[in-house]
């Protein structure tokens, strides 16, 4: 007997029902799809034959083998008036098991992670374990199972904290001023007139390959005209908005401090010396004493800490790392810590995560990521990652 096709077999059901077979399946309320999830794709393709379904098949991932039904699209167990129905036939779970980066190159990590059918985010963390560029940890952690299409994060070292000071004693300002970039420092030209030949940094300081600390100001004095300058008052402002109004007209600023009787004085310039209205050349400089917070009376706990500088307008995560053994029962945290000489806007810098982790050899890196604003002034707050109590080896 010739088999007849899909839609002719929709044709006979249809005239069947017209002449009153109203009993038949398939008159009125459509046919009712059978239950084959979990069985072989071929299996369930003649199962739905049987019951007048043409199978179409659409692979998906599922946590059922691969191979097998894991539903059908109309629902099992819907009624439909269709001859067609999609099988969902499971390609199997896919999972990639994440192989040990640390060390690798963060672009051939995240391309060897990109083969593997995975999504890379990078996050730049600061690292004195691990030269700038190289994955410092992933996470999820190596060996661990991930679908297809999730995503790892890769903690990027991005150097130390600390960088050489170059040499740039005889340059051209223009080039000098690149060179200190680079170098991630900040440049205080200073007029010198004499001192080195006209328009070049005729002395540096600090001295070239010394360390400091990135973000640092590296003084340059180069020999050109000096002006006369009026001092501006500047007692009763803030340490930091007076440093940038004297260092506008080229006078170096000193600090002294001295503790404040009141809250008001926090900070700010009590005295300076010479006073307003003194007429001294770019250069030179002026003493600002600036009231600072009393020494607290409480026995603080015994902890090992870890500060960092800021850049405005970044993400940014940072590390500390330290040894299980020296600090078995410590707490760590992260906090945003306001300088007393430099304004910090409220809220321009937030550490919205931090905790620890687990590197399983008997360390523990205590994590920050910290978010600044267009509006954090550089130098004006760092943030310090410090885990308490750690007794103090004796």
């Not at 096709?5 to 009993?23: D, E, F, M, Q, S």
């Not at 996050?123 to 030269?131: K, P, Y």
């Not at 006073?275 to 030179?284: D, E, F, I, M, V």
């Amino acid at each position: 007997m010739r088999r007849l096709g899909p839609t002719k077999r929709a044709a006979l059901a249809a005239i069947v029902c017209l002449v009153g077979a109203a009993g038949l399946t398939g008159c009125g309320g459509g046919k009712t799809i059978p239950d084959v999830k979990g069985q072989p794709t071929e299996v369930a393709k003649r199962v739905l034959a049987t019951a007048g379904f043409d199978a179409r098949v659409k692979e998906v991932l599922s946590p059922l083998p691969k191979g097998l039904v894991a539903g059908t699209e109309p629902a099992i167990g819907r009624e439909t008036s269709s001859d067609g129905v999609t099988l969902r036939v499971s390609r199997g779970p896919l999972n990639e098991s994440i192989p040990v980066l640390v060390g690798l190159q963060a672009d051939l990590a995240t391309e060897a992670l990109r083969d593997m059918g995975l999504t890379v985010e990078q996050t730049t963390v600061t690292s004195a374990l691990a030269r700038a560029g190289l994955v410092v940890r992933s996470s999820p952690a190596a060996g661990t199972q991930m679908p297809r299409g999730g995503t790892v994060v890769l903690l990027v070292s991005g150097g130390a904290r600390t960088t050489a000071i170059p040499e740039v004693a005889g340059q051209p300002l223009r080039a000098a001023l690149e060179s200190i970039r680079l170098a991630r420092l900040q440049a205080l030209v200073i007029p010198a007139p004499g001192v080195g030949k006209p328009g070049r940094v005729g002395s540096q300081a600090p001295a070239p390959g010394q360390v400091s600390a990135v973000g640092s100001t590296v003084r340059l004095w180069v020999n050109q005209n000096a002006k006369p300058v009026t001092l501006p008052k500047v007692t009763g402002l803030s340490g930091g908005s007076a440093s940038i109004v004297l260092q506008q007209s080229g006078i170096e600023v000193r600090y002294v401090s001295r503790l404040a009787n009141n809250p008001a004085e926090i900070g700010s310039v009590l005295r300076q010396s010479p006073g307003p209205g003194t007429r001294l050349s770019q250069g030179q400089s002026v003493t600002l004493l600036v009231g600072t917070l009393p020494s607290s009376r409480n026995r603080k706990q015994p902890s090992i800490a870890q500060s960092f500088g800021l850049a405005p307008d970044r993400e940014m995560a940072f590390s500390m790392v330290y040894s299980r053994v020296d600090c078995p029962t410590g707490r760590g945290f992260a906090q945003i810590n306001p300088d007393l000489i430099v304004p910090f806007k409220q809220g321009s810098a937030k550490v919205t995560q931090q905790g620890p982790v687990d590197l399983g050899d008997g360390r523990i890196a205590q994590l920050a990521v910290v978010k600044t604003t267009k509006g954090f002034v550089a130098g004006s707050a760092e943030v310090a990652i410090r885990v308490q109590p750690c007794p103090v080896k004796g």
